[in-house]
């Protein structure tokens, strides 16, 4: 199977609430915490489209998008 | 159809609190509802009370929001008149197993078609985190402030012993794992529970040193282990997941069915009565 490669990681601000979840289990650090507290894609090329970050995400703010 | 059309997006962001398991829960359900290509007009979803009760708001489903553990007793009327929808009935700990605990032993022990998920979080957080049938001995609660020194219920236990013939246990931390079984839950035919253990991190993490989500889903992802690993046996504090039970036997719906077919009058003999 090809590897997935990623379009883009959405995360809806109104949405997140700064639990930390996805910033703390990225297993390659992609995600970052922003001056408000909310969660950010600091580091996307490093993203390998596991999709824990959307899968846990207890506000559904977070969307992996895969590039078809 | 995506994620997006299985919830109601106009009451988002939803009312529980930053890191709150719940919501995990509600991502794994309607991405496992999603997954099997359920028709989401024949799906019902009812509910009791509490934080955990709150989720058949959120999903695009027909939804009952009914009496505080009554739940099944409404989800049993509705399959029982409508035995073709899905019935998900979605709990707390304390609402299926203190205040509900009656309906849930004799749903199960009727196995009807029904898929009951304990969002278990070990306390009851929208009343301000008083100690439940599920807090661990020594947990603390503002009704035991030093420690609750009752045993709690073992949900599986319970469930396998009252008769459920699908029987599931995992954790918010496990979310994959959580939306296969949810998958496998809802297309058991017969009464399925599934355990799905759950953070507060308000209401039980703060008052258990487990101030902060991630403390909390570090804490499920060491003291819980896959069934038959040898950890569970050496430790009382570590839980074992996956599926515990999965076995067939007469669904009640249909055994009415069933019964109704052989009291109806058959031509010629003028029915069996």
Excluded at chain 1, 30 to 46: I, M, N, S, T
Excluded at chain 2, 133 to 145: E, I, R, V
């Amino acid at each position: 199977m090809k590897r997935p490669r990623l379009k883009e990681i959405v995360i809806n601000r109104d949405w997140c609430k700064g639990c930390g979840l996805c910033i703390h289990f990225c297993p390659h650090c992609v995600l970052e915490e922003d001056a408000e507290g909310k969660a950010w894609a600091a580091h996307p090329e490093r993203c390998t489209c596991c999709r824990l970050c959307e899968l846990q995400c207890p506000e559904l703010a977070t969307e992996i998008i895969i590039e078809e | 159809m995506g994620t997006r059309d299985f919830i109601r997006e106009r009451f988002f962001p939803h009312m529980w609190c930053p890191g709150c398991g719940h919501g995990t829960v509600l991502n794994c359900l309607i991405r496992a509802v999603e997954s099997l290509g359920l028709d989401k007009s024949q799906i019902v979803m009812a509910s009791g009370i509490g934080c955990s009760a709150r989720i058949s708001g959120y999903v695009d489903f027909h939804s009952l929001h009914t009496l505080h553990g009554r739940a099944l007793a409404f989800a049993t009327g509705v399959k029982f008149s409508q035995p073709a929808l899905t019935l998900i009935v979605p709990m707390g700990d304390g609402d299926a197993l203190a205040i509900g605990g009656n309906h849930f032993i004799h749903a199960a022990r009727r196995n009807i078609d029904v898929t009951a998920i304990v969002m278990n979080n070990r306390t009851y957080g929208m009343t301000g985190g008083q100690y439940s049938p599920m807090s661990l001995m020594g947990d603390c609660g503002t009704t035991a402030p030093m420690g609750t020194l009752e045993r709690p219920f073992d949900a599986v236990k319970l469930a396998t012993a009252a008769g459920a013939t699908f029987v599931a246990r995992t954790t918010t931390y496990h979310a994959r794992e959580g939306i296969s079984i949810l998958k496998r839950a809802i297309a058991h035919k017969g009464f399925s529970m599934v355990e799905f253990l759950s953070q507060c991190p308000t209401q039980y993490g703060r008052r258990n040193g487990l101030a902060d989500a991630p403390s909390m889903l570090e804490y499920f992802k060491t003291h819980t282990v896959p069934i038959g690993s040898e950890k569970a046996q050496e430790d009382p504090n570590i839980l074992e997941r996956g599926i515990f039970v999965d076995e067939d036997r007469p669904e009640y719906c249909e055994s009415y069915a069933a019964m109704v077919q052989k009291m109806a009058p058959s031509s010629g003999d003028g029915g069996a009565l």
